[in-house]
């Protein structure tokens, strides 16, 4: 099992462009998520989704947009970059319910800086 | 608002020593904890949990404590390796139905163990 893949492992944006975090596992997890990591403020939850066809927003859902049309990939869109969007991004995958869908499993994370 | 904090941005041990990482929170909803490791350039991997109907949970050389009265938990490493020298994050989820696969993490603590 390659896991949780992400790509890419590094990104620079110009301010305003748009561009897709891809986002696949082949662990046939249910539940998916998009986290990002900025220093100082550890992890922060930006959209999850519970299933194929399900999406909802975390905590900082803004400037981000999700869709989940299979179970294996859930890609991240940036709309419209800003500077503010520069971080590490982390998708992690679970399985459904009870204390396993609390054990995430993560990427390795994608770079984006934004200028 | 930071509902898990981890107040010690940093702490340094020697081998074979013990390491006592802590870590508060705010949510009285929150029911479910754990404590992921992360080493540079890769993501976040799990290392232990807890439910909030026990107060320590125990795997090898790693222990969880958990106070709810207090609302802080802590991780013990008995005895500390040069290994374990990673960031550790504390994350927090609320009781099952729309919480599954919803963390929320604090700042992150850099663990060094020295040789």
Redesign the interface.
């Known amino acids: 099992n390659a896991g949780?893949t992400q790509t890419p492992k590094f990104q620079v944006l110009k301010t305003g462009q748009s561009m897709t975090l891809q986002c696949a596992q082949d662990m046939n997890h249910e539940?998916?998520?998009w986290?990002r990591q900025d220093p100082?403020?550890?992890?922060?939850?930006i959209h999850?989704s519970?299933g194929a066809g399900i999406t909802?927003q975390?905590?900082v859902p803004n400037g981000y947009n999700v869709s989940r049309s299979t179970t294996e990939d859930f890609p991240l869109r940036l709309l419209s970059a800003a500077p503010s969007q520069t971080s590490v991004y982390?998708c992690?995958s679970?399985l459904?319910?009870g204390?396993s869908?609390?054990?995430?499993?993560?990427?390795?994370?994608t770079r984006l800086t934004v200028t | 608002d930071q509902q898990?904090k981890?107040n010690s941005?940093s702490l340094s041990v020697q081998e074979g020593r013990i390491s006592i990482l802590n870590c508060d929170y705010t949510n009285s909803m929150f029911d479910?904890f754990?404590w992921?490791k992360k080493y540079p350039?890769?993501?976040?991997?799990?290392l232990i949990?807890i439910?909030s109907i026990k107060d320590k949970n125990e795997d090898g050389r790693f222990t969880v404590f958990l106070n709810k009265s207090a609302k802080h938990l802590s991780l013990h490493i008995v005895p500390s390796q040069p290994g374990d020298s990673a960031v550790y994050?504390c994350?927090a989820?609320g009781a099952g139905g729309?919480s599954?696969?919803?963390?929320?993490?604090?700042?992150?603590t850099i663990l060094t163990v020295h040789p």
Do not use: H, I
Request: avoid cysteine.
């Open positions: 949780v539940y998916m998520s986290y100082g403020m550890g992890l922060r939850l999850y519970v909802d975390g905590e982390f992690a679970s459904r319910g204390k869908s609390y054990e995430q499993y993560f990427g390795p994370g | 898990v981890q941005p479910y754990l992921y350039a890769e993501g976040p991997t799990f949990s439910s994050f994350a989820s729309t599954y696969g919803k963390l929320t993490f604090g700042q992150g």
